[in-house]
Structures are given as structure tokens and as C-alpha cells.
């Protein structure tokens, strides 16, 4: 069975930087891509970026450049995503969510649980 | 970029009826497109990809259908657990894939 099991609830400064994980199970972790998504409150679906875990090859939202920064350890079978300089508007849920190709042209046939990043003095 | 536009934003209907959602882009996406059912507090979930293939383990009731630039997401004899916020996403033309703002669907 797929699992995309991501890290706990944050609750930030602004100014400061959270990094949230997202760790898979049940497939090969290189074969597939993996994409991060935004869900801000009560709204709709963003796409933030994706990673290829194999060759580290990333791709981004251009309105997500500079604010999101995606990893992948292979050995952990994890990737991660790192958001800096935390603004209200970064208050949200954000999602992992796995491709079904390995170059992440497909859609999103699994997602994480969801992380909730609460941006607040 | 693509533009998707989806209709109704929300929509009440009863058990048993029959449903329709819409999703328009903003040119042509030649089928690529999926269909995902949010459930509250919960991470979206695949019903549909491809416009018309039903994803495994989802009921035989919820159907995809369009081509070009419309599509259209069908739910058959409405079930409670069916209430939820629906997403129609497209995956032809990337970066960025794009979604469309929703529909939320609730019983009457």
C-alpha cells in the first residue's frame, strides 16, 4: 500500500523558516516524482513544485521561487520541503502528493495527510 | 499559463439525484485532466484521470466525460459520503499544472 506520511503541525514566526517532510512507503521512492501542494484556508489547490528523487531534479511554481525549496533523501525515502521568510499569507496546508510517472507529467494518484503551517507572532 | 474554471462553486443536491460539475479551460488540454474529491479535514483523493478513467477503488458511480476544453465530473444516485469539495485539475500543459477552484457539494 502507498503512504505519504507527513511531518506534524507547525507553528512559526514570521520571518523564520519551516522545513516539513514527507516520508513514502509501499513503492520504489526513485521510480516516481513528487509534486508539493498549497491549500490555503478555505481556498482552492496550488501547485508549489516537484521533485525527481533519483537525479535531484527540481521544478517550481515561478510564484513559489525563492519561497519553497525541495529535497529528497533517497536513503530515507523521504522528501522535503522548506519554505523561508514565513508571511501570514504562508499560513496553510500544504501537501505532498506523488506523481505516477517518473518525470511527473501525470496526475496525483497519492497524497499525504496534509501539514498545517500556521504563520503567527 | 492554464486557466481552470469550474461551475457550480457550490451545489445542494438530495440523496439518489444525479450530479453535475463543470470545469472549462483555458484552451485546449486533450484530455489531460483529473478529477480529485476532497473530503473535510481530509487530503484530496484521485476519483478520475485521463477525463474518463476511474481510478481504482472508486464507485462506478462517479464518471468523467469532455474533451478539448470542457469537461464534466458525474456523480450517479448520490450517496451522503459523497459530500465533499471537488477539484478538476489539469496535467497536459506544465509548469505549472493547474487546478480549478472547486465545487462544494452538499445534501439538500
Known amino acids: 500500500e502507498v503512504k505519504l506520511q507527513q511531518s506534524g503541525d507547525e507553528l512559526v514566526r514570521p520571518g523564520a523558516s519551516v522545513k516539513m517532510s514527507c516520508r513514502a512507503s509501499?513503492?520504489?521512492?526513485?521510480?516516481?516524482?513528487m509534486h508539493w501542494v498549497k491549500q490555503s484556508p478555505g481556498q482552492g489547490l496550488e501547485w508549489i513544485g516537484t521533485i525527481i528523487p533519483l537525479i535531484d531534479t527540481t521544478s517550481y511554481n515561478q510564484k513559489f521561487k525563492g519561497k519553497a525549496t525541495l529535497t529528497a533523501d533517497k536513503s530515507s525515502n523521504t522528501a522535503y520541503m522548506e519554505l523561508s521568510r514565513l508571511t501570514s499569507e504562508d499560513s496553510a496546508v500544504y501537501y505532498c502528493a506523488r506523481d505516477t510517472s517518473y518525470y511527473g507529467y501525470n496526475w496525483f494518484a497519492y497524497w499525504g495527510q496534509g501539514t498545517l503551517v500556521t504563520v503567527s507572532s | 499559463d492554464i486557466q481552470m474554471t469550474q461551475s457550480p462553486a457550490s451545489l445542494s443536491a438530495s440523496l439518489g439525484e444525479t450530479v453535475t460539475i463543470e470545469c472549462r479551460a483555458s484552451?485546449?488540454?486533450?484530455?489531460?485532466l483529473a478529477w480529485y474529491q476532497q473530503k473535510p479535514g481530509k487530503s484530496p483523493q484521485l476519483l478520475i484521470y485521463n477525463a474518463n478513467s476511474l481510478h481504482t477503488g472508486v464507485p462506478s458511480r462517479f464518471s468523467g466525460s469532455g474533451s478539448g476544453t470542457q469537461y464534466s465530473l458525474k456523480i450517479n444516485s448520490l450517496q451522503s459520503e459523497d459530500v465533499a469539495s471537488y477539484f478538476c485539475q489539469q496535467y497536459y500543459n506544465y509548469p505549472p499544472w493547474t487546478f480549478g477552484g472547486g465545487t462544494k457539494l452538499e445534501l439538500k
Open positions: 509501499g513503492y520504489t521512492f526513485t521510480d516516481y516524482a
Open positions: 484552451e485546449d488540454i486533450y484530455n489531460g
